[in-house]
């Protein structure tokens, strides 16, 4: 299978494009976000399905994914008669398995960031004089998202009641303002309401209101704007504009600052970077470079700046004169006015005007960490002519570029403890063995993202020395080295005994008492089945393991609880009882720790009903094995529970 088609299995919208922006595939979820099936997408433009507003920015990034590594941007997809969907959208290089070139097109989750979707509002809104706002029915709050300073100097706080704003409307207006908050899909049309300020005197308000939905899968608001459309005391708001503007300014900082702390991935400091960077700073365009382990820079950007520009950049090693790479060497903050100050300051370098966006535009290079050493990256943001920053703009970047330093250093390390981590998770689990006769298995399994990243959950698949195949999953107690080679050292002992006790009450019993004997400081959870692939003939046994789930192929599914005992290496003599069973031809078997099916805000038949309903749509469907782990691990993975994952999944064609 084209290892790039895989990425149109994922859950978000995704689609691969061809480099001029034609569209050769696409998963459901880009054809639903798209507003129509997906053989009338297939070979045509992605600008084209998209309203006019959306297409110079689809067209920016599908351009600069071909000529660099990623560009992300936030896109509006209308939807007729429903509430619009707003994404951050990443356009990136793939290469299919006969070496085509593609751009792979994609809704990210910014499920931990959704103030980042509302950027280009806010900006848009504060270009066109407008204040934008959110209401919210439940609390009948509505709350202050920024825009135009003047329009926000009307309202005492950033969040007020309704009932504070009925009371400053004129008492004629106020069903034109209850029609604007009804909770419908429509955009409603502009309407002027007389609104009464703090010091008595009437502003003439134009108001429209619209449904928003943030993300993908995300929430539905009602969003607003404000257009004071009154003359009166022009002074008197300018000043208050300045103050506000100073305000919200501040705002724009610390949202920035608690976004890079956040930050727990390299992709998710360049959502946080690229999203925000320009716009806090009022430039015309952003890159984030970093150094990689061969000491050469890998820069994305935020479409802002000229591919080729971008180009010029990337892939240029340390070693090398211009501006970019000596920042990052030195560690010091460059502020370079125009091509003219550019040239003047390298005039022999690499740095030719050809790699300079404009003549007259100014870029502002800071390194990232602290200053005075060789710094991990930097960011750059480009400006119009006649930008000239002020000492505070100088002093917030640097200070911002050091939280997104320390940011990096703190994920690498990470990374690097995960890939040690997921080195030895992958040597302590199994392969499954290939071409069962009659069965077709598949496992999939994630640790929890705490500690070093490495769980006691199991799965094991093997043939026994009669012909059936033996199947288990278990949890071992905690989330640590030692809760890995305690996993271990119970999948092993199972094993063993296997090749002389093939009955799972048998191997359950003795793996019990041999954990008692040996005194080990853990307990574990356990399934076992024994599967006869001819007969379908299922034995199986369980230690305080949950239920297992049947997916059959006409779409219905059941909770199959196993008859059993305690969990293992707790109570000695306890005896494990078994039950069997046959399993039908096309029906899946799903077996689950319990990191799948409960969590803090889903109980355990909860969790069970919501993972069978999806394994039954996948065998209904016709999905493989394979396909079907692959989705109940995903299911299970948004549901960001804290605890390890492991799934398998066994099906009898």
Not at 63 to 72: E, I, V, Y
Not at 242 to 268: G, Y
Not at 605 to 619: F, I, K, P, S, Y
Request: overall charge negative; aromatic content about 4%; proline content about 6%.
């Amino acid at each position: 299978m084209d290892a790039s088609n895989e990425l149109l299995r994922k859950a978000e919208p995704s689609a691969l494009l061809y480099p001029d922006g034609i569209v050769r595939s696409l998963n459901r979820s880009m054809a639903t976000a798209l507003d129509r099936p997906a053989n009338r997408c297939v070979g045509r433009f992605l600008r084209e399905l998209l309203p006019e507003s959306q297409r110079n920015v689809v067209e920016g990034i599908v351009a600069h994914a071909g000529k660099h590594r990623l560009a992300m941007q936030v896109l509006e997809l209308p939807r007729q008669g429903r509430a619009s969907v707003v994404a951050l959208i990443e356009a990136r290089p793939v290469t299919s398995a006969g070496g085509e070139q593609l751009v792979w097109v994609h809704s990210l989750n910014v499920s931990n960031d959704l103030g980042s979707l509302l950027i280009p509002f806010r900006l848009s809104a504060r270009s066109a004089g407008l204040g934008l706002c959110m209401y919210l029915p439940q609390v009948r709050q509505i709350e202050w998202l920024g825009g135009a300073p003047a329009v926000a100097a009307l309202f005492p706080e950033d969040s007020v009641s309704l009932p504070w704003v009925v009371r400053h409307i004129h008492t004629d207006d106020r069903p034109s303002l209850r029609r604007l908050l009804r909770s419908d899909n429509s955009r409603r049309s502009w309407t002027t309401l007389r609104f009464q300020g703090d010091q008595g005197d009437w502003h003439r308000l134009a108001c429209q209101t619209r449904r928003i939905q943030l993300g993908y899968e995300g929430p539905e608001q009602i969003f607003g704007m404000i257009r004071d459309d009154t003359c009166d005391e022009a002074r008197r708001r300018e000043m208050v504009a300045a103050v506000e503007a100073q305000r919200r300014r501040a705002d724009e900082i610390a949202e920035f600052s608690s976004a890079l702390i956040t930050a727990s991935t390299e992709q998710e400091l360049r959502q946080v970077v690229l999203t925000r960077l320009a716009a806090t700073f009022a430039g015309t365009g952003a890159a984030l470079a970093l150094v990689d382990d061969e000491e050469h820079l890998s820069v994305s950007s935020d479409a802002g700046l000229p591919s080729w520009h971008v180009d010029a950049l990337h892939c240029r090693s340390l070693d090398e004169q211009g501006p970019l790479p000596h920042a990052i060497r030195t560690g010091e903050p460059l502020f370079i006015r125009n091509q003219e100050d550019l040239l003047r300051r390298w005039p022999n370098g690499d740095a030719a005007p050809l790699a300079w966006p404009g003549p007259d535009v100014a870029m502002s290079i800071t390194p990232l960490g602290l200053g005075g050493a060789q710094a991990p990256g930097a960011w750059v943001v480009t400006y119009d002519s006649g930008h000239h920053p002020s000492p505070d703009e100088k002093a917030f970047m640097i200070t911002l570029a050091e939280l997104a330093g320390q940011a990096l250093g703190r994920i690498r390390s990470q990374q690097a403890r995960l890939e040690l981590a997921t080195a030895v998770q992958d040597h302590m689990l199994p392969k499954l063995p290939e071409n069962l006769p009659g069965l077709e298995v598949a496992a999939r399994y994630r640790p929890c993202r705490a500690g070093l990243d490495i769980g006691g959950d199991w799965y094991d698949a093997f043939l026994m020395t009669d012909g059936a195949i033996a199947v288990e999953i278990g949890d071992a107690q905690g989330h640590d080295v030692d809760a890995a080679a305690f996993m271990g050292q119970v999948r092993s002992s199972m094993r063993a005994l296997a090749a002389h006790e093939p009955d799972p009450s048998s191997v359950l019993t003795h793996t019990n008492q041999l954990l008692i004997a040996m005194g080990a400081p853990r307990f574990a959870s356990c399934t076992m089945l024994r599967i006869d692939p001819h007969s379908g003939r299922v034995t199986g046994a369980n230690a305080g393991h949950v239920p297992l789930l049947a997916a059959h192929q006409d779409g219905s599914h059941e909770i199959h609880a196993l008859p059993g005992g305690p969990v293992l290496g707790i109570l000695p003599n306890a005896d494990y009882p078994q039950e069997t069973f046959t399993l039908d031809r096309d029906t899946a078997l799903v077996m689950v720790t319990d990191g799948v099916v409960e969590g803090p805000d889903l109980s355990l038949d909860a969790g069970l009903e919501h993972t069978g309903t999806l394994a039954a749509r996948a065998v209904h469907d016709g999905l493989s094995a394979d396909e079907t782990a692959d989705l109940v691990l995903d299911a299970a993975v948004a549901l960001n529970h804290p605890d390890d994952l492991a799934v398998l999944v066994v099906r009898r064609t």
